[in-house]
């Protein structure tokens, strides 16, 4: 089974990066620009997470 990945972030250069690398490791990566798209996610049950990674920046806002 195919371990999943979300990554949030407002950059989407960061985001691409991340995604890019982490699928050559063999992840299905879903990514957000805002909490708010992450969380759509989760109340749809959609995603069901194997790993969480969060990259703390103080910019990003926190609602979106």
Same mark, same amino acid.
């Given at each position: ?8 972030? /407002? ?10 690398? @982490? =699928?050559?490791?063999? %992840?299905?990566?879903? *990514?957000?620009?805002?909490?708010? /798209? ?10 069901? @997470? =194997?790993?969480?990674? %969060?990259?703390?920046? *103080? ?6």
């Amino acid at each position: 089974k195919t371990p999943h990945i979300l990554l949030v972030d /407002d950059e989407e250069a960061t985001l691409f990066g991340y995604t890019r690398y @982490l =699928s050559k490791c063999g %992840y299905s990566i879903k *990514t957000a620009q805002c909490l708010k /798209d992450a969380r759509h996610w989760f109340q749809r049950r959609i995603l069901m @997470l =194997s790993c969480w990674i %969060y990259v703390y920046r *103080t910019e990003m806002p926190s609602t979106g």
